[in-house]
C-alpha cells in the first residue's frame, strides 16, 4: 500500500514511468468498464486512451491518492458519456455563411427531422426547404420569393429554432430508451440475469426520492413460471443503487461462517464502489430475519452519520441477495461544546412525561415480550432526544394519544345488528366477477385467501415502470385473513381505481353507520370496548377512515383499534383492519398501576442510559446543517429504544429495531 501511495504521489508530480506503472494492470478493467457504455471495442479502446491522456495531464484533480482507481474509473465513464453524447449530436447552423445541406444519416434522425419539418407552416416550411435542401443561400431565396432579406433571415432563423425545440423532444425520448436499453444490458451482465427471466419493469426517473439530482432506472426480471425475481436499480452514470433477489431456493445450501459472510459482503462492495470500506470506516453486523445483515457508515468524530453508506443482506450461503446505498454526505458541522451526559440525564428526568395505557408486548416488536395485554407507562414521544450542546429537546415522530370524539362505548350506541352475511358479501366479492386465486395457512389458525377480478378484455400492458407494475399487481385484487378454524373475517382489503369523477354523496355520519354494522355483525362481543376515534378523512382516495379504539375503563390499548376505510361515492368499506386482542383478555385486566407516576420515572431512567450520536434533521431548512450532534435515550440492557414500562414489575422493555 506504501509503495502505491508513493507511485500515486510521483505520478501526480509528473513522473511518466510511475504513471505508466500504475496505469498497467488497471487497463483491462478500464476497458470493460467503458463496454458498458459503447457497443465497439474500438469505441472503448478510444474512450480508455482519451481517458488516460486526461488523467496525466491533469493530476491535481485527483484530491486523495487512495482514491486513484475510483478517480481514474469516474474519468473513463465520463469520456464513455461524452462519446454517447456526440454521437447523437446534430448540428442546424444560424450562420447566413453556411452553406452546407441539412443531411442526417441515421434514418431515426431523418425521420425526426421529417416530423419537426412537418409540424412547421408552409410558408417556414418552404423556406428551410429551400436553404437546406436546395442550397440556396439567403439572398437567392430572397430573390427568388420576392421578399427582404431581412424577412428572409428572421423567418429561417424562427424556423431553425421551432426545428430545434421539436428534435430536441424527439432526441431526449430517444437518448432516454438509449440510456434505459444501456443500463439494462449492464445489469444483465452484472447480475447474469437468465435469459428465462422476463423483464416486467424498465423504468427510468428523473427526479427519486434520494435527492440527487441524478436519474434512476429500475428493472424487474421474473423468472417464466416461477415466483423467482431479481430486481435491481441503477444511476444514470450506471452505478448500483438498489439490488434483491428471491432467496428461498438459497435455503438447502450449505451454510457457511461469519467471518465468511463479511467477506462476502465486503467484496460485493468493492465491487461495485472501489474504495468504499475506506470511505465508509464505520462497520455493523446483525441478524436481519435470518439474514446477515452488513452496514458500512461515514464516521464523524467517531460516531456513525446515519443514513449514510449502504447496507448488504447476505444469505446463510453466502449469497448476496439485497443490497442499499445511501452514499456520502458532506461532513456536518462540528459542535463548540459538549454538555455532560450526568447534565442531560437530570434535564431529561425533570421534563419526563408518562401516561399510563395498555399494551400488547408483541415478541416480534419488543425485547422480552410475551405477546400478552400489560398494563404500562409510555412516553409521548418514541425514544428521548436531546442536543449535545444544550439542554434543549430535539422533535421527534410524537405518538398521538387516541382521542375518542364520543364518550359512549359502542354497545350505548343506538342501532340493530345487521342479519347474517357470507364472507364473500362482508368483502364485496362477487363470485361470477372474482376467481378464488389463493388459499393457505399463514399461521396455526389464519389462513390468507386472494381473490381476482376476471377481465378478459384487458388490455395488454405498454407501461413498464414500478408505478404501473403495482398497480397490475393490486388492481381488481381483494385480500382476506379469514379465522381457518371459525371461517371469521379478520381484516380485508379491497384494491381497485377509484371512480374520480363519480359525486361524493356519502357524508360522515352515513360512513359511521356503515362501519358500525360492520362491527357489530363481525365482532358484537367487542362493543363494550370500542369507542368511535376523531375523524380522519382521506380526501386523495376519498375514502373516509372511521376508527374505534380499544378501551378499559377509559384507559386505551395502545396501537389497537378497528379501522375501517368507507369509500364516499357509494358507501362500500374498502378495507378493514382488527385489532390483534380479544375479548377474553380484556376481562382480566386491572386498571391500577402498583406504583405512582414519580417512582415510575425513577425506575425508568434507572434502567436507562444515555449515547452520544448524529441524528438526521429530516425538518432542516435548506440552509440548516442536516445532522446534530444529539443525546439519546436507550435501554441499559439491550441498548434499544426504550419504550414501556411495565406498571406493575417495573421492568422497562426495549425496541427490538431500533
Known amino acids: 500500500m506504501i509503495d502505491a501511495q508513493q507511485q500515486i504521489n510521483a505520478a501526480q508530480n509528473g513522473d511518466h514511468d510511475a504513471f505508466v506503472s500504475l496505469i498497467k494492470d488497471r487497463t483491462d478493467k478500464l476497458h470493460r468498464v467503458a463496454r458498458h457504455y459503447v457497443r465497439e471495442s474500438k469505441d472503448a479502446e478510444d474512450i480508455v486512451q482519451d481517458a488516460l491522456v486526461k488523467a496525466y495531464e491533469s493530476p491535481q484533480t485527483l484530491q486523495q491518492a487512495e482514491a486513484f482507481e475510483s478517480w481514474l474509473t469516474r474519468i473513463v465513464v465520463n469520456r464513455a458519456l461524452n462519446h454517447l453524447e456526440k454521437s447523437k449530436r446534430i448540428h442546424l447552423s444560424e450562420d ?13 434522425q431523418t425521420l425526426d427531422l421529417e416530423r419537426a419539418l412537418a409540424s412547421l407552416n408552409p410558408k417556414l416550411r418552404q423556406l428551410l426547404f429551400l436553404k437546406y435542401k436546395k442550397d440556396l443561400t439567403q439572398q437567392q431565396i430572397a430573390h427568388l420569393l420576392d421578399m427582404p432579406l431581412g424577412t428572409v433571415k428572421t423567418q429561417l432563423r424562427k424556423g431553425l429554432e421551432h426545428l430545434r425545440n421539436e428534435m430536441a423532444q424527439d432526441f431526449l425520448e430517444r437518448d432516454l430508451d438509449t440510456l434505459r436499453l444501456q443500463l439494462r444490458q449492464q445489469a444483465e451482465h452484472q447480475f447474469a440475469v437468465s ?9 427510468y426517473q428523473e427526479n427519486t426520492m434520494r435527492g440527487t439530482g441524478k436519474g434512476e432506472a429500475g428493472f424487474l426480471w421474473v423468472k417464466t413460471g416461477s415466483d423467482d425475481a431479481v430486481s435491481a436499480t441503477l444511476s444514470r452514470d450506471g452505478n448500483l443503487l438498489d439490488y434483491a433477489i428471491s432467496w428461498a431456493s438459497l435455503d438447502n445450501e450449505t451454510r457457511i461462517s461469519e467471518e465468511e459472510l463479511k467477506q462476502q459482503a465486503e467484496q460485493f462492495l468493492e465491487d461495485h464502489y472501489p474504495g468504499a470500506l475506506r470511505d465508509f470506516p464505520y462497520c455493523e453486523m446483525e441478524w436481519m430475519e435470518g439474514m446477515f445483515g452488513y452496514t458500512r457508515q461515514q464516521k464523524a468524530m467517531g460516531l456513525p452519520l446515519p443514513e449514510t453508506g449502504c447496507l448488504i443482506m447476505v444469505h446463510p450461503s453466502g449469497r448476496v441477495v439485497g443490497f442499499r446505498y445511501l452514499g456520502t454526505v458532506p461532513g456536518p458541522a462540528l459542535p463548540t461544546m459538549i454538555a455532560p451526559e450526568e447534565e442531560q440525564m437530570a434535564c431529561m428526568k425533570a421534563n419526563f412525561l408518562l401516561h399510563v395505557e395498555y399494551c400488547v408486548l408483541d415478541k416480534a416488536v419488543y425485547t422480552d415480550g410475551d405477546d400478552q395485554v400489560h398494563l404500562v407507562y409510555a412516553p409521548r414521544s418514541r425514544g428521548l432526544i436531546y442536543t449535545a450542546s444544550s ?26 345488528f345487521p342479519p347474517a352475511r357470507s364472507l364473500e358479501e362482508w368483502i364485496s366479492v362477487d363470485n361470477d366477477q372474482f376467481q378464488l386465486v389463493q388459499d393457505e395457512n399463514i399461521g396455526s389458525n389464519t389462513k390468507l385467501m386472494v381473490w381476482k377480478q376476471q377481465n378478459e378484455e384487458r388490455p395488454a400492458k405498454n407501461d413498464r415502470s414500478w408505478k404501473a407494475y403495482w398497480a397490475d399487481q393490486m388492481e381488481g385484487t381483494v385480500k382476506a385473513r379469514v379465522d381457518s378454524q371459525t ?9 381497485g381505481k377509484p371512480d374520480q369523477l363519480a359525486p361524493l354523496t356519502w357524508d360522515r355520519d352515513a360512513c359511521i353507520e356503515v362501519a358500525m354494522d360492520y362491527v357489530r355483525g363481525l365482532a358484537a362481543e367487542m362493543l363494550p370496548y370500542l369507542k368511535l376515534l376523531t375523524e380522519e378523512t382521506d380526501d386523495e382516495d376519498r375514502l373516509e377512515i372511521i376508527r374505534f379504539g380499544v378501551y378499559v375503563q377509559d384507559v386505551s390499548v395502545r396501537d389497537e383499534c378497528y379501522q375501517l376505510a368507507v369509500d364516499r361515492s357509494n ?21 391500577v398501576p402498583s406504583f405512582d407516576y414519580q ?4 425506575r425508568w431512567t434507572a434502567q436507562a442510559k444515555l449515547r452520544l450520536q448524529w441524528e438526521r434533521m429530516h425538518n432542516a431548512r435548506p440552509e440548516e446543517a442536516p445532522y446534530e450532534l444529539v443525546y439519546r435515550m436507550i435501554g441499559s440492557e ?5 419504550e414501556v414500562l411495565d406498571a406493575h414489575t417495573g421492568k422497562l422493555y426495549e425496541n427490538t429495531f431500533y
Open 96 to 108: 447566413p455563411q453556411a452553406q452546407e445541406p441539412l443531411v442526417v444519416n441515421d434514418i431515426d
Open 195 to 203: 435469459p428465462d427471466y422476463d423483464l416486467i419493469v424498465n423504468d
Open 391 to 416: 439542554q434543549e429537546e430535539v422533535p421527534t415522530a410524537y405518538r398521538a394519544e387516541a382521542v375518542p370524539s364520543d364518550p359512549r362505548t359502542l354497545d350505548e350506541w343506538p342501532g340493530e
Open 487 to 495: 371461517g371469521q373475517l379478520i381484516d380485508f382489503v379491497s384494491h
Open 571 to 591: 358507501g362500500r368499506v374498502k378495507s378493514l383492519m382488527s385489532p390483534s386482542i380479544r375479548p377474553e383478555q380484556l376481562k382480566k385486566l386491572e386498571t
Open 599 to 602: 417512582t415510575a420515572i425513577l
Open 638 to 642: 439491550h441498548e434499544r429504544t426504550p
